[in-house]
């Protein structure tokens, strides 16, 4: 078996490019900090440095309604009731103001760089030796998020975004590693042991928050298991449709784990790139009319990777349990007595639908839905699936791999009763910039599928529930344009999964 490799892309041979500012987090327990101003902007500053384990040396003569809230309850600010001269800034860590014009701004900031104290003029950048980012706190992790003044709200909705992927159950886990830090470093020998255990524990992290009662069972049972040279498991991912912003959150984490990823040929390129960059990726796709993996290899190669102590993902394009085959890989894994879990993906029959903005279970037209294979495993069409059942009208019916069968679909559901007018779409690459939905009849599908290029990912959708949108799409053969933003490279879009 050739084993090939996808590998990430690579804009250049640097591994760092360029930065517009250098991300770095300041060490403020018990240090002296300046504040100027007793504005509503300062009061947030000021109470986010006192978060921040700063003494804050406040100066103002007045003082706002929030300043004063944060007065009264008691944090570590000192209020001196008066303006702030170049006496209040030597020895301090930091210094901040809320300016009221360029000409005191200017003053400020010539004091702090006298005083050799990095400083920040609230939205007056041009003074500014430092900017504050947007924050998410899971402390003692902590994330700043910043666009370098360009789109403040922009650095915002990444934060939000941040916010859902990490449960607040993270900090607590953050303090326990902590506090069993020396512990691993004094019982699990440097290298394979310890880089066990912290798997073993990230593995956790993004759970429930242990009690102090289970913590010491954790501990023991993932240190039983870093010693042991335990094996390595498979994770089952769904990869969806092709657009990686349907991925699932539990499915980035994966890929994000993985030492080595065992991907099917229909897997974007934009799935692959939230992958660990150190990660090995192996395609093992199997496309019919060409050389490929044969299915006892690929359950070959995942057992003894997995034996081996690796992380593997196996990576199936949609989900993993529809028409992937899944079924034969996990009982492989459980002869092997191997471990493995199962990420599911959005299948392209639900992409299909999510496209077309088209319930597949309209209840004026259809009472259920039905996922078929298009062909056989000798090829074909396949005879072992009831297609007098396949029939009826009152169902919905996604055919999986349908494009080589298309004539022959037509033909058998026409000679069981279904009428030549029945709606039908045909969908090829779906969820990805290539996309495109041909609206059609049953009666024309033979003609629409021989227009399709050879390679695609085809579906066929026949039933009542698509004449709606067909007659929203215009003439009959109309062809969507993509829903997903191509343009757009998915490690930009989606870095903060990273």
């Not at 085959?325 to 639900?350: K, M, S």
Request: charged share 20%; with cysteine; aromatic share 6%.
């Amino acid at each position: 078996m050739k084993i090939v490799s996808r590998q990430p892309s690579e804009t250049g041979p640097a591994r760092i490019g360029a930065l517009s500012v250098l991300p770095v987090f300041f060490d403020l327990s018990v240090k002296r900090v300046v504040v100027a101003g007793g504005s509503e902007a300062a009061a947030w500053k000021a109470e986010l440095l006192a978060a921040a384990g700063a003494c804050v040396d406040l100066y103002a003569t007045e003082l706002s309604d929030e300043m004063s809230r944060l007065l009264a309850h008691g944090t570590a600010i000192t209020h001196h009731s008066r303006g702030w001269d170049h006496s209040c800034l030597p020895g301090a860590a930091i210094a901040l103001a809320d300016a009221k014009d360029d000409d005191e701004a200017a003053a400020f900031e010539g004091a702090a760089r006298a005083a050799g104290v990095p400083c920040n003029v609230i939205d007056r950048p041009a003074y500014c030796h430092f900017q504050f980012g947007s924050i998410v706190n899971r402390s003692p992790v902590v994330i700043g998020v910043s666009t370098s003044g360009a789109a403040p709200i922009l650095g915002q909705a990444v934060r939000r975004r941040i916010e859902t992927l990490l449960p607040p159950s993270l900090a607590a886990w953050a303090d326990f590693a902590r506090r069993v830090r020396e512990h691993v470093v004094r019982r699990l020998s440097p290298g394979a042991q310890r880089r066990r255990f912290w798997e073993g524990f990230v593995d956790r992290a993004f759970g429930p928050a242990p009690g102090s009662q289970e913590a010491a069972a954790v501990i023991a049972s993932i240190e039983a298991r870093s010693q042991s040279g335990a094996r390595g498991k498979v994770t089952f991912v769904g990869a969806g449709p092709g657009d990686a912003e349907l991925l699932t959150i539990k499915a980035v984490r994966a890929l994000q784990s993985a030492d080595v990823i065992l991907f099917d040929d229909l897997v974007s390129d934009e799935v692959l790139e939230l992958a660990r960059r150190e990660a090995k990726r192996i395609l093992v796709g199997k496309r019919a009319g060409r050389a490929n993996c044969k299915q006892h290899e690929i359950n070959e190669m995942m057992v003894s990777l997995a034996r081996a102590g690796r992380n593997v993902v196996r990576l199936k394009s949609g989900d993993p349990m529809i028409f992937g085959r899944a079924g034969e890989e996990i009982e492989e894994l459980d002869r092997a007595g191997l471990a493995y879990d199962v990420v599911p993906g959005i299948t392209a029959g639900i992409a299909l639908s999510a496209a077309l903005g088209v319930s597949l279970t309209h209840r004026d037209h259809a009472k259920s839905v039905r996922f078929v294979t298009g062909h056989s495993r000798h090829g074909g069409l396949p005879e072992d699936i009831d297609w007098i059942s396949i029939a009826d009208t009152s169902a919905t019916t996604i055919f999986y791999m349908g494009g080589r069968t298309a004539c022959e679909i037509s033909s058998r559901l026409r000679s069981l009763g279904m009428l030549a007018q029945t709606p039908v779409v045909i969908a090829a690459n779906i969820g990805r910039a290539t996309q495109s939905v041909t609206h059609t009849t049953l009666g024309g599908l033979p003609d629409a599928a021989a227009e399709l290029r050879y390679g695609q990912a085809v579906l066929i959708g026949i039933g009542s529930v698509f004449r709606q949108a067909a007659e929203a799409g215009g003439t009959k053969n109309k062809k969507f344009a993509p829903r997903c933003d191509a343009e757009i490279p998915a490690q930009e879009r989606l870095r903060l999964f990273a």
